[in-house]
């Protein structure tokens, strides 16, 4: 369940990234052939199983996920992405932490607080 929870968070980031989500396209017999497609995904033969049944997986959070925004209980919406065929720990380290964490400090310059005269 939290891994789901981590996919729709990195849709979200990844719509923000990527630009539009385009999850209507994957309403069909083979959505998994569909994505590959819209993406430019292949696999090889020994890992094509196992990327779509993340992506089935991840197809099953997106459903419920924006059933449950329908009711009111999200505040977004989550969709597929070029992301949908990573699980949440090949998502992590892949791209949360290059995105978000931070190794080195900040290259930052503090003012001094301005006083009232």
């Given at each position: 369940?939290?891994m789901?929870?981590?996919?729709a ?7 923000a990234?990527?630009?539009p989500v ?11 052939a ?7 995904k292949?696999y ?9 049944a993340?992506?089935a997986?991840?197809l099953?959070f ?9 009711q009111g ?5 989550v969709g597929?992405?070029q ?10 380290a892949?791209r949360?932490?290059s ?5 080195a400090?900040?290259?930052?310059l503090?003012?001094?607080e301005?006083?009232?005269?």
């Amino acid at each position: 369940a939290s891994m789901f929870k981590f996919v729709a968070l990195a849709a979200l980031v990844a719509l923000a990234a990527a630009g539009p989500v385009k999850e209507a396209r994957f309403v069909g017999r083979d959505q998994f052939a569909e994505f590959k497609a819209e993406f430019g995904k292949t696999y090889a033969a020994e890992e094509e199983a196992k990327r779509a049944a993340i992506f089935a997986d991840n197809l099953a959070f997106i459903a419920k996920h924006n059933a449950r925004y329908e009711q009111g209980l999200e505040t977004y919406t989550v969709g597929v992405n070029q992301f949908a065929d990573m699980s949440n720990e090949e998502w992590r380290a892949t791209r949360q932490l290059s995105a978000f964490k931070r190794d080195a400090p900040r290259d930052e310059l503090r003012l001094p607080e301005a006083q009232a005269d």
